[in-house]
């Protein structure tokens, strides 16, 4: 479960078996990505570390207990707005 902010977001197995999801992921876009990697770096879930990607993004990447990967970005520009 993933409270967005605007709701939660809840991701499960359409049977209710944990299975590994394929073919799909999700990212969100979070208000400080710098912060929540702060936070998260240590986690044994981490795929990708905290990353600049081409397109101006800092992002990062996990994986849930089902396979599930979730990405969360910021915009690389809003850091230097908040300088």
């Known amino acids: 479960m993933f409270n967005t902010g605007a709701g939660i977001l809840e991701l499960n ?3 209710g078996e944990h299975k590994p999801l394929q073919g799909a992921n999700a990212s969100f876009e979070v208000a400080d990505v710098w912060t929540l990697w702060d936070k998260l770096k240590d986690h044994p879930n981490i795929v990708k570390p905290l ?3 081409p397109w101006g ?3 990062f990447r996990i994986v849930d207990p089902e396979g599930f990967q979730i990405s969360f970005f910021t915009p690389a520009k809003r850091k230097k707005e908040t300088l």
């Open 57 to 59: 993004d800092m992002s």
């Open 13 to 15: 197995s359409p049977d």
């Open 51 to 53: 990353t600049l990607r």
